[in-house]
């Protein structure tokens, strides 16, 4: 029972910690900042910040689940998996969805920055990037924890 609670609860935090940070790097960077020229594609320093956002958004999360399961390994280990399934099939998901339709269609000014970002379409390696920063993220917090 500990180890699903743990899961679960250090899965929610990760998730809770990652919208807010993409909240606020899209809120500080504002438009111009988040995409590159008038594409839906995002530009460098988008791409570093999520990257950054995904590997502390894995400390917080792996740093409540090490505490609840008081460091089982084994427990860290389904978490990791968990956010690498989820975040393959979201990838895979969004892919198919939103960059078929975004990948020629230029981004107007009058559109706003939400809107936008629902149309963002991502360079192909962050669905590998930024799974494997969080799951590194994950690990660290709990090899803190535990030593």
Known sequence: MRTAIAI????????LTYAWEFILIAVCLGEDGTFAGTSYRPSSAWITLNLLAGFFAGLAGGAVCTLISRGRWRTIGVLCLV???LSVGESVAKEVIVSAENMTEQRLP???????????VEPRFMHFANPAVTIAG???ASAIQRY
């Open 110 to 120: 009058t559109v706003s920055i939400w809107t936008s970002l629902g149309k963002l």
């Open 138 to 140: 994950i690990i660290v």
């Open 8 to 15: 679960s609860v250090g899965f929610a935090v990760l998730g």
């Open 83 to 85: 956010v690498g399934v």
